[in-house]
């Protein structure tokens, strides 16, 4: 028998008044880390469920439009990027998809939580596919400590962080942004996943104040991820020289685009087009 | 003390796996029209929020990024439209947007269902604030009927409908786009609701196969309505001779955009831009 997983920000966090509910099936995992609670659930319409502290973080449905949109924006958006760091991004979605990148020489991923790509390996092998990559360096370990020691070494990095509460807070401050930036080469550029553009206006803003305070050039770029909060889910992109557009690989977006359920040249440009609500709030 | 509406589609003609569910307060009014069932309802966080047969409408805090977009995408893409008819949008929001443009003569509204337009006056007068202008002529009416009679009559037409069950079922058929078709001038176009990309896949195949058959020229918007089913919408664009840039209006759009929430320049263009699992759906 079905039932109805209600997501609950409300008891974290954030007092939405709106929340993501899902059928979901049978229970594949359930468990508490040093981290994070982590469950794992079936579900009748859109593959295994993963929830991370009572929020979603994925379906094996729509997580194209979460994974596709951090990791290939920023790439295509770099003219030849060779390495690539993600910090977070425990189930595997973000290096299968900078992997399909055949410039990219190394990926290393530092994902603080051994339990979510242990269960990610067991429950979601299409998305935890590429993470015995020879070109990924996987380590467990606190991303913020790692790159600390890492200095004008990345083409492009990429915060696949959760919420800013629990493990992630330090992912949302200057202190680690002036980290990311230090870490980047001097043609270097990031993104990282920064909250729903209806519901986390005040995040949103004190981000990109950190971002821009950092970076010469910051943007915003948008994808559609179902079941986020409002559906819509923003990503802060932040460069030291290129823009989104300045060196653009469009003919290499469109080889890839075959391969994609979600990114295609014209979405490569529109996805940087927002709603004048968001843009006054980024002011 | 507030509690969680959850949206009912599953119990009409939906079985989603997922849904909306919003904080609501007071139940301002409940009925039942000839057509449908009204429930109004004030929310902690949305304001005012209207429900249709179980589905959500609308909210006070959300409606602009519906109505912005099924207005002023097709408004700003014809050269010079005075007569627009809306077919639907009872609640008064599309004819708001309508009436923004200074060129518009004369906009016809046909709503079938008073109850609608009547409480929307009563709960949400920020919405239906036009519903009096000279410039509208509002009927209560069949809009399949009304549209039988018009021939070659409109630069543009809107299709606000609800989902194609109940009273709008009639308004996903190649019989309806037919008179749509004739009811647009020579160099026409028009726009629709076309539901999510998500998960109104089959539904949207089969308008856009309509479409296709009928008009020369249709294409596909979306806009992040957070409370629709998976808080992505769809809209048809449909055309006698235009393309969506072919006419465009910017300087237009770049004048009213400090009076918009949504729309501006990059978005009128940006949100043409289609992931690539809707458009393998439409081919």
Redesign the interface.
């Known amino acids: 028998m079905n039932q ?1 997983f ?1 997501e609950e920000l409300d008891e974290n966090y954030f007092d ?8 979901v099936g049978e229970m594949l995992f359930e468990g508490q880390s040093e981290f994070q609670k982590l469950q794992i659930m079936k ?4 593959g295994n469920l993963m929830i991370l502290d009572g929020a979603v973080m994925l379906t094996e449905a ?1 997580e ?2 979460y994974h596709e949109m951090i990791a290939h924006i920023p790439l295509f958006a770099h003219p030849n990027p060779k390495r690539v760091l993600i910090i977070g991004g425990g189930d595997g979605g973000a290096a299968r998809e900078v992997l399909r990148h055949p410039g990219v020489e190394e990926c290393v991923m530092v994902e603080i939580d051994g339990l979510v790509v242990e269960k990610s390996r067991e429950f979601f092998p299409t998305i935890a596919c590429e993470l015995d990559n020879p070109r990924l360096t996987l380590l467990i370990d606190d991303g913020i400590k790692y790159i600390e020691n890492a200095n004008n070494e990345f083409d492009v990095i990429l915060v696949d962080s959760t919420d800013p509460a629990g493990p992630a807070e330090g992912l949302f401050t200057a202190d680690f942004y002036k980290k990311v930036y230090g870490a980047l080469k001097a043609d270097g550029l990031m993104a990282a996943q920064a909250e729903s ?3 986390f206006q005040k995040t949103q803003k004190e981000l990109f104040a950190v971002l821009k305070s950092i970076f010469p050039y910051t943007s915003m770029y ?1 994808s ?9 889910w923003s990503f802060a992109f932040a460069s030291k020289q290129y823009t989104e557009q300045s060196h653009a690989r469009t003919a290499d977006i469109e080889a890839m ?1 075959p391969h ?5 040249p ?2 490569f ?9 968001v ?1 006054k709030n980024l002011v």
Chains 1, 2 share one sequence.
Do not use: D
């Open positions: 109805w209600n939405l008044g709106a929340r993501v509910s899902i059928q579900t009748p319409k859109f729509n194209f439009a553009p209806y519901y948008l559609a991820i179902p079941f986020y909060p409002s559906g819509t685009t994609l359920q979600y990114v295609n014209a979405l440009k529109g996805c940087f087009a927002i709603p004048n609500f843009k």
